[in-house]
């Protein structure tokens, strides 16, 4: 995958992922996801790495977050990880062949699992995963297309189950 500066075609979003320690996520997401180094420098500081990786079929940027850019309290950041936070902001959603297999293999990476693999109402086999630095993943196959009638039908079976508990 070729890539000209740091986004392949105009429209594409490009996530870039924030965390404690660049290098070390590239060897997960590497195991976990056969992600493949497409470009690597050190960061202008010299304290942490730039990184674009390809994962599946798709450009992801990885850097490690930057004091300065944090400032003197996380609160405050401007870029910070996950871990910094103490949680994550978003979920990066993205559809594979075999979502069972993708979560176990992430798991067995050392990823956490959050939601096991599911059949949801909407029809897809879904299920959430947290990198070890804090980003969480949806692992998502479209088992199913519905109508908007059917996915009604079955949100609403879905949140009867669902009165009183909590995810």
């Known amino acids: 995958m070729a890539v000209k500066g740091s986004v392949p075609a105009v429209g594409v979003i490009v996530p870039h992922l924030v965390v404690r320690d660049a290098a070390e996520a590239v060897e997960f ?3 976990a996801f056969s992600a493949t180094v497409l470009f690597r420098s050190p960061s202008p500081s010299g304290n942490g790495e730039h990184i674009h990786l390809k994962i599946w079929d798709s450009l992801v ?3 490690t977050e930057e004091p300065r850019q944090r400032g003197e309290r996380a609160e405050g950041a401007l870029l910070a990880s996950p871990e910094t936070l103490s949680g994550s902001t978003c979920v990066f959603q993205v559809g594979v062949a075999d979502v069972d297999e993708a979560f176990k293999r992430a798991v ?8 096991p693999p599911t059949d949801m109402f909407w029809g897809d086999r879904y299920s959430w995963i947290s990198d070890p630095f804090g980003h969480v993943w949806a692992l998502s196959k ?5 109508s908007k009638e059917e996915i009604e039908e079955r949100l609403r079976g879905f949140a009867a189950q669902m009165k009183g508990q909590t995810l």
């Open 61 to 63: 940027q990885v850097s």
């Open 142 to 146: 479209v088992e199913e297309v519905l």
């Open 108 to 115: 067995d990476q050392g990823a956490v699992p959050v939601l």
């Open 29 to 31: 997401y590497s195991r």
